[in-house]
Nanobody
Framework: QVQLVESGGGLVQAGGSLRLSCAAS????????MGWFRQAPGKEREFVAA????????YYADSVKGRFTISRDNAKNTVYLQMNSLKPEDTAVYYC?????????????????WGQGTQVTVSS
């Protein structure tokens, strides 16, 4: 229904910054909210941040509050994740996802469409 393509990942030193982008296409009108999740090797997928398309209401995991900022450009159908003060524990594959509801945006099963992921590696 919605196609999502992430970009912007890479290798960065601890304390540095990266900006991830997620471009949406297809039946974007069926998407109510967008979320960012991450998954490190051998670990479960973890919620990072979420935002609504209709109004800039946001939600963040405690581990990234004050460091990460989620935003969106409706005209470009693109969602961003600005990551500052990066730590080695932020190393993971980051995925964006589209959801048709806003009930508990931290639950991965509320998102029906997922991107392919982009690797973020933070060195110490």
């Amino acid at each position: 229904q919605v196609q999502l393509v992430e970009s912007g990942g890479g290798l960065v030193q601890a304390g540095g910054s990266l900006r991830l982008s997620c471009a949406a296409s297809g039946r974007t009108f069926s998407s109510y909210a967008m979320g960012w999740f991450r998954q490190a090797p051998g670990k479960e997928r973890e919620f990072v941040a979420a935002i609504r398309w209709s109004s800039p209401i946001t939600y963040y995991a405690d581990s990234v509050k004050g460091r990460f900022t989620i935003s969106r450009d409706n005209a470009k159908n693109t969602v961003y994740l600005q990551m500052n003060s990066l730590k080695p524990e932020d190393t993971a594959v980051y995925y964006c996802a589209a959801s048709g509801i806003w009930r508990d945006p931290t639950r991965s099963n509320e998102y029906g469409d997922w991107g392919q992921g982009t690797q973020v590696t933070v060195s110490s």
